[in-house]
């Protein structure tokens, strides 16, 4: 079947803060975040609600929906059942397992990723603390241009940031790298890099009709936001069977890369950067000590890795390493086994620990 996909892919970028349609970037945005409510669109148009009827319908929706940070970006999600889960964009979660899911009073919940599906970009967040609030109710009726909408989410780390609009357009095919958005709602209320995974809100039944999750930075308040109906039986399924294998799976690859990046630094004797992926403890020794023992190496190869969970934020990656050495009557082969700890410090991940074994 023929798709009518926007030419021009580049100019279509997730909204996640820290992370575009570019390589990723770490998370440096301060955590300290403004209550921020923007109306934009036509204002005019909430003639059946006064000024004091909005604000307490904006803070009942804001009560459900999370700031989610990750060791790599930021985003939002929204409270979807009972169990303490919540949706949001499967590239907000991209490269982790657990989250920090912050609440409009900014109290902070351990999440877990149960459920990622980065070809349809939705995902699904459990916080066990969480369970038995009453989630958002969730709009299955016909969607209309021109419908008035409410966006909810954390624009630049703004979080609890409202903004107004029309569903502008429906039925829109876009593709970006992995993603494929078929059908989605286009917007005009303005939205921007933190608002991925928050809710699109009808305003005239007070429910979910989609997820905010791209942009066209081509032009101004272009957003795509995608339909809920078209997620509720896949996020239905991971509620009752989560996936945790599956995204243990994707995160112990991710911890081995990390330590193939590693390796790759030391072998290209980029020391600093080798030395900046180190945690506070390893750090204790100085950079010039650090340096020094790999002088002597002309290469490293990563042969084997295994990796063991050993909490719920904590990988042990041990790998098996062939070294070349430099030595008095030239270069010297050797094999190396080694433990790595690599976990979470200041919402980014570190190597904790590294031993030598063998």
């Not at 907000?92 to 912050?102: H, L, P, Q, R, Y």
């Not at 095919?173 to 958005?181: A, C, K, N, R, T």
């Not at 059908?183 to 939205?191: F, P």
Request: aromatic share 8%; glycine share 6%.
């Amino acid at each position: 079947m023929k798709k009518k996909v926007i030419s021009v892919i580049l100019s279509i970028v997730i909204i996640l803060a820290g992370v575009l349609s570019i390589p990723i970037i770490k998370n440096t945005m301060t955590k300290s975040v403004m209550s921020e409510i923007s109306g934009l669109g036509s204002m005019t148009a909430l003639n059946t609600a006064n000024s004091t009827d909005m604000s307490q319908f904006a803070d009942a929706i804001q009560k459900k929906v999370a700031q989610i940070n990750t060791p790599f970006a930021l985003g939002t999600g929204f409270l979807y059942n009972d169990k303490g889960d919540f949706i949001t964009n499967a590239h907000v979660v991209d490269g982790t397992v657990s989250v920090k899911v912050v609440l409009q009073d900014k109290t902070t919940y351990e999440g877990i990723v149960i459920g990622r599906d980065p070809k349809k970009d939705i995902a699904l967040v459990r916080v066990n603390d969480l369970a038995g609030l009453k989630p958002l109710e969730m709009h299955t009726e016909e969607v209309k241009i021109m419908d008035e909408v409410i966006a909810f989410g954390s624009p630049l780390g703004y979080q609890n940031t409202v903004t107004f609009g029309r569903i502008s357009g429906l039925n829109r095919d876009i593709i970006i790298e992995e993603s494929i958005y078929s059908k989605v709602y286009q917007t005009d209320a303005a939205v921007s890099p933190g608002n991925s995974g928050g809710p699109l809100i009808s305003k005239n039944s007070g429910k979910v009709i989609g997820i905010n999750s791209c942009i066209d930075v081509r032009g101004e308040n272009i957003a795509f936001s995608i339909p809920v109906t078209q997620i509720l039986e896949i996020v239905s399924k991971w509620a009752s069977n989560p996936q945790i294998e599956q995204e243990f799976d994707s995160m112990s690859k991710f911890v081995k890369l990390y330590i193939y990046e590693y390796y790759d630094y030391i072998n290209n004797q980029k020391y600093l950067d080798a030395y900046e992926m180190l945690g506070e403890d390893l750090q204790k020794q100085s950079y010039t000590t650090f340096r020094n023992q790999y002088l002597n190496v002309y290469s490293v190869t990563i042969e084997s890795m295994e990796s063991i969970k050993n909490s719920s934020e904590q990988f042990e990656i041990t790998a098996n390493l062939g070294m070349i050495l430099y030595g008095d009557n030239g270069r010297i082969k050797s094999q190396v086994k080694k433990i790595f700890t690599i976990g979470l410090e200041n919402d980014q991940y570190k190597i904790i620990n590294s031993k030598q074994i063998s």
